[in-house]
Structures are given as C-alpha cells and as structure tokens.
C-alpha cells in the first residue's frame, strides 16, 4: 500500500490535458469481444481500471498490444473461457460489462460479484433485468457468483429500464448488438460515455439511433467487424482537476475536454463565483473566491454528475456562506467525507444523501483514508488546501481512475511525496 504525502498551502498552476474518458474505455474495451477482428482503440487513458480491463480479456484469450500505452489494439480471434478471473472482477465494477459480449460468443458466463467503488450498495438488478428479457437464464451457483446462460441465443427485445443505470444500459446495449433482430431500451442513461459505445457500435456495423436521448434502437444480429476509435477526453477529469487548484487559490488550463460535456460541473462553478470559461477544448480557471450556493444536487445526465460531488463538497469547505449538498445517488460518497472533520471543515451529515458544508474554513493537514476513487481525489484536494501535512492512503485507489497523478501534481506545482508501506 502507497501514501501521498501532501505539504498543503502551495497554489497550484499550469496546464493539464486530460486522457479519454474512463467510464467510456471499459465498456468500448468490452465491446471488442463482440468480434473476431481486431479493434483500435486510441486516447486510452493509463490507468489502473483499463489495466484492470485488459488483463480480464488477456485471461479469456485476447491477443493485445499497447498495453499501459495511450492506444490499445485488441483482437479477440479466439475466447477461450467464459469465467473471467475472479480476482481482476473483484476489484473492477466495469467487469459486469464482459457478460452480454461473452453470452454472445460463448453462449454462458460466470461471473464472480464485481467489485470497486460501493459494491455493496450497486447492484445488478439493471443488467440482469436486460439480460434476462433477451432469453438469459440464472443458474444456481454455490456463493455468490452470477451463472449465465443463453443457449439460444440473445434475443431481440423491447426494454424499460426499471433505473436508467449507465452501466445497466451499456450492457443492455452490448448484448443487443449481438441479438437477431431490433431492440429498443427505454429510460437509457443518457451520458457521454453510453453514447462513446453507440458510435463504437455503429463502427463496427451495429445500425442505432437514439444515442443521448431515453430511448435508444439497435439492430443487432449481423457480423460485427473491428473497428477504429479515439475516445473523448474525460471531462470528470477534468473538473477534478479544476477544483483541486481552485481550493489553493490558483490558476489552470485544462484541455482535452468537450464543452458540451464540461457544461454541467462548469455552471455549479460559475454559480459558486469560481472564475472560468471554456473557449473550444480548452477549460481556463483564475484565481477565485468561491462563495457557498444554497444547494447542489446531483442528477443522471445533463444534470451534476455525482462523481463530482465528493470534489465539489471540498470547494464548499473554502467558499464563504452555507452549501447544501444533495446525492440522492451514492450515500457513501458523503459518508467518507466525514474525514474533512478531522481537518477542520465545518459540515453536517445530515442524512446518508445530504450534507451542509459552512465556509471558509481552515484545513489542518492529518491522515486520510481514500476509501473509493473521487472521494480520494476530494481528498487529495484538501490535502492540497490545508495547512501543515497530510498522508492520504492508498494512493491505488485514486490511480485507478487519474493517470501520471504524482507526476502531474508535481508539475503544477504541489510540494508530494510518496511513500511505500
């Protein structure tokens, strides 16, 4: 286990390009067991969750390279099991997303429970539901591992999603591409990255329309083909990135990422008076004083993205007035800010959902737990803005989703060490 060593009170500056979208790499990584052919895949971000991703296909016999590298070639001429291992599933949610394309080409898949942020609290009740609908039938299993199996075939199907889960959808999607037939998904997930693997779809010969919108149609069935891809930029990235220099006071440029895709983290910025402006790609922040807002709520797409409140809740701790903090989505990522406590931050757990954040504060540096990905960045960043220092530990949980972060922290200026337990 690794520790970050933050001396706090250093402002942060410079310029950051962000890497391809994280929640679009693992299911376009997915999608290229829907073919024999090789696929392209370019923009992929270096991090440990992709990792993770590519040593479960090498496992089932995908031939891959570029591994650790920003372009991925994979080619799944030949799968060779369809028991992905249990201990890469183990740490990766995404791993869910391996069962439409291996019911496709294997006719059966045992899953081990998936693991990552929360896993206890994200179920699979949206996948299985999806699964089900297209003819896949549940084994019994002894423990708690999911037994796949369509030995017909996945079927077309007309869906309603009980949750418009991005995950649920995507793998609705990967299965209906291999289905006979047309399919429609209604109350889809909306956001970017679902609409990333409808166009990695259409590329690889899958026709479907509806992409961003709650109703999406695919005609599966064909013969799929490889296909070439670059991902867009990762626009949770980069409003990470944002946050953490906006808390030392300082200044940043950040590009890589859509405006379109920036717009809902950037107007809860601009309505808490931080000083930025998107101009093409480019995301540009000054040196600000936020001010608290009366709410902020999180919200499937366009709306907040949730995995921004943990950051956004660090913002709250140095803006001058009360902000209400409302994730009607994940309660534990509030829960796991309970630390900013100990640093100093004003808040008030008010339910599992809810929290009031009072500001400015002054953070006093201590040691935290980075107990799931954004929370830990959240962290990272208060670490950043408070006085004296702080170990934040593990550093592998937040690198499963920020690429270079030591390196690129130490170039903006932050005054980190790392240290081996």
């Known amino acids: 286990m690794t520790s970050l060593v933050i001396e706090g009170g250093h402002r942060l500056a410079g310029r950051v390009e962000v890497e391809g979208n994280k929640n679009a790499a693992l299911p376009l990584l997915a999608a290229c067991l829907l073919t024999e052919e090789p696929c392209v895949l370019t923009n992929v971000p270096r991090i440990k969750d992709v990792q993770v991703m590519t040593d479960l296909l090498g496992g089932l016999g995908a031939d891959l390279s570029g591994v650790g590298t920003s372009t991925l070639r994979v080619s799944c001429a030949r799968i060779v099991g369809e028991e992905p291992d249990r201990t890469l599933v183990g740490r990766l949610r995404g791993s869910v997303l391996l069962c439409g394309p291996l019911l496709a080409r294997r006719g059966r898949v045992r899953l081990a429970p998936p693991g990552g942020d929360f ?33 017909d075939g996945l079927k077309a199907v007309s869906l309603y999603l009980e949750e418009a889960s991005v995950t649920g959808t995507e793998t609705a999607l990967l299965a209906a591409a291999a289905a006979s037939g047309e399919s429609e998904i209604r109350h889809a ?9 409808c166009r990695f779809l259409t590329r690889m010969g899958a026709e479907v329309e509806g992409a961003g919108t709650p109703t999406i149609r695919i005609a599966g069935g064909r013969r799929l083909g490889g296909a070439e891809h670059r991902l867009d930029g990762d626009y949770i990235e980069a409003g990470s990135w944002v946050v953490a220099a906006a808390v030392t006071g300082g200044e940043l440029e950040v590009r890589g990422a859509s405006p379109e895709h920036l717009e809902p983290i950037t107007t809860v910025l601009k309505r808490m008076q931080v000083d930025c402006e998107v101009d093409d790609d480019r995301l540009l922040l000054r040196p600000s004083s936020p001010v608290g807002v009366r709410q902020i709520t999180t919200a499937p797409w366009p709306g907040f993205p949730s995995d921004m409140v943990s950051l956004i809740s660090v913002l709250a701790t140095q803006a001058t007035g009360r902000t209400l903090i409302h994730d009607w989505m994940y309660e534990l990522r509030l829960f796991a800010l309970e630390q900013l406590s100990g640093m100093g931050a004003n808040l008030f757990l008010c339910d599992p959902h809810r929290m009031i954040v009072d500001g400015p504060a002054r953070l006093m540096g201590r040691t935290l737990d980075s107990r799931d990905l954004r929370s830990g960045m959240a962290l990272i960043a208060a670490a950043l803005a408070a006085t004296g220092t702080s170990r934040i530990h593990p550093l592998e949980t937040v690198e499963r989703g920020y690429a270079q972060l030591v390196e690129r922290l130490r170039a903006l200026g932050a005054q980190i060490d790392v240290e081996d337990a």
Do not use: K, N
């Open 119 to 151: 896993p206890a609290r994200r179920t699979l009740s949206a996948h299985l539901q999806a699964l089900e609908a297209m003819g896949v039938r549940r084994r019994e299993a002894t423990g708690a591992d999911y037994v796949l199996e369509a030995p």
């Open 189 to 197: 997930a909306c956001e970017p990255h679902v609409v990333e693997l």
